[in-house]
């Protein structure tokens, strides 16, 4: 198996398609578009080898979601509504540690939207991925993601007159740093150590590692580095 977490674009994969909506919806709707989700997985089975898992902010539904489409064949999984769920930390720790408990043990997910410095500890938790989407949005933006802080080149103008395209490109490489970072760290069991460090970069960062440190030990004494 190739070493992860890995960075990952999407015109390279072959996602099915899936009926999204938003994370804070009526459970009705949520579970119409979990039931969709799962009709077009099952037509696309044969041509896709990804699959998103829909739910929105109902973790039971997020779980019936994996489970069906790991019957239906698949191994490989984007968790719908990352963005939504990286201002929400207790929400993004319960739907991330849920689904990996219940997962089968060759099941991946990839996080499709990300900030870099958010990228340790998702992956302390068990995401084996991130999709390149968020390098391309933040350069519209004209934002500058580094592994520690997100700068407004509008405000702080670290780079001047510098394109769009140019722009994505660093992000994507600073991404791609941090991969290096992420693994440079397992193989030296030290990923706690950059997981703590960076955790002071933002509120939400630091609220997730509390959560998790309160509420799921359990879970990172069996499945991760705990040093």
Known sequence: ????????????????????????????????????????????????????????????????CLKQLEEIGYNGFIIANGDALLTNPKELVEVIVSLKKEAKKSSYFIFPFTEISFMPILSYMGIDGFLADSANYYSHLNVLQTPTKAYDLNTYPIYENISQNELENKNIENMEFVIKEIHAHMKNKSLRNLVEERSGTTPQNISTLKILDRTHMDYLLEFTQLF
């Open 1 to 64: 198996g190739q070493l992860t977490p890995k960075i990952f674009f999407r015109n390279e994969l072959k996602i099915a398609p899936s009926e999204g909506s938003a994370y804070n919806i009526d459970r009705e709707i949520a579970e119409f578009n979990v039931n969709e989700t799962l009709r077009l997985a099952r037509e696309h089975v044969n041509d896709a080898e990804i699959a998103v898992i829909q739910g929105s902010k109902y973790i039971d539904l997020r779980i019936e």
